[in-house]
């Protein structure tokens, strides 16, 4: 337990193919989470219901570390709540990734793909899931031992994963609200959402016009809380 301490790989991600079976993956995610002081305030917070503060950055805490520990914690969050929705989004159901009728996303991910190509949304969450994943395990961008230094193009790193996170957002509440109400997680899912909002909104992560199609969504949570 000690090494869990010191190392983010140890707490770190749960590969995809694992939380695939995702019944599992929240209570795996807290038993390899604990002990890590960032991570406990992020639950500690939270825990308090306020999201607001549960995003401010801690005071006397690195912010890339702060960004680090974050952006793990969305990435499980949103594999969790799109694993629930997978069954629903299949290449029939879904044959393109869209938010809505006017949004369309096509894969490219500037190294194996350059060109974007349209593929359905399972596929494309699939691709956008391994990429994330692969990014939160190259110790070069997230270095394993606490404390040792990120690289320069860090935050660019960060920025792209929340805007790729925030698509599946943008799938999911368009393409399967009626099925998350079924579920009954509508109430997990916008308190997720509304906490990776204020995340986002606090270190300026997203690009104004990337958020449109949730603006309705967005726009309120802002409102309330900045
Ligand atoms: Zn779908």
């Given at each position: 337990m000690a090494e869990m301490d010191t190392s983010r790989k140890a707490f770190c991600v749960l590969s995809y193919e694992t939380v695939k079976?995702?019944?599992?993956q929240q209570i795996k995610r807290d038993a390899c989470l604990q002990g890590l002081p960032l991570k406990k305030h992020i639950d500690a917070t939270l825990g308090s219901g306020n999201l607001r503060e549960a995003v401010r950055l801690p005071i006397g805490e690195d912010l890339n570390e702060w960004l680090a520990v974050n952006t793990v914690d969305f990435f499980n969050q949103v594999n969790f709540l799109y694993g629930t929705l997978m069954e629903f989004c299949t290449s029939s159901t879904c044959p393109i990734m869209s938010a809505g009728p006017k949004y369309e996303y096509r894969w490219a991910d500037?190294?194996?793909?350059?060109k974007p190509v349209q593929v359905s949304a399972p596929k494309y969450v699939e691709y956008l899931m391994d990429w994330v994943e692969s990014q939160l395990d190259d110790e070069a961008i997230f270095?394993?031992?606490?404390?040792a230094p990120f690289p320069q193009n860090f935050r660019e790193v960060i920025r792209t994963i929340f805007k790729r996170l925030f698509r599946v957002y943008s799938h999911m509440y368009h393409s399967h609200f009626q099925m998350i109400l079924k579920l009954k997680e509508e109430a997990h899912l916008s308190t997720c959402f509304k906490h990776f909002v204020l995340f986002t909104w606090e270190f300026h992560l997203i690009d104004r016009a990337e958020l449109a199609p949730l603006n309705e969504l967005i726009e309120p949570i802002v409102f309330r809380y900045f």
């Open positions: 079976c995702f019944s599992f500037g190294v194996k793909v350059k270095p394993q031992k606490i404390g």
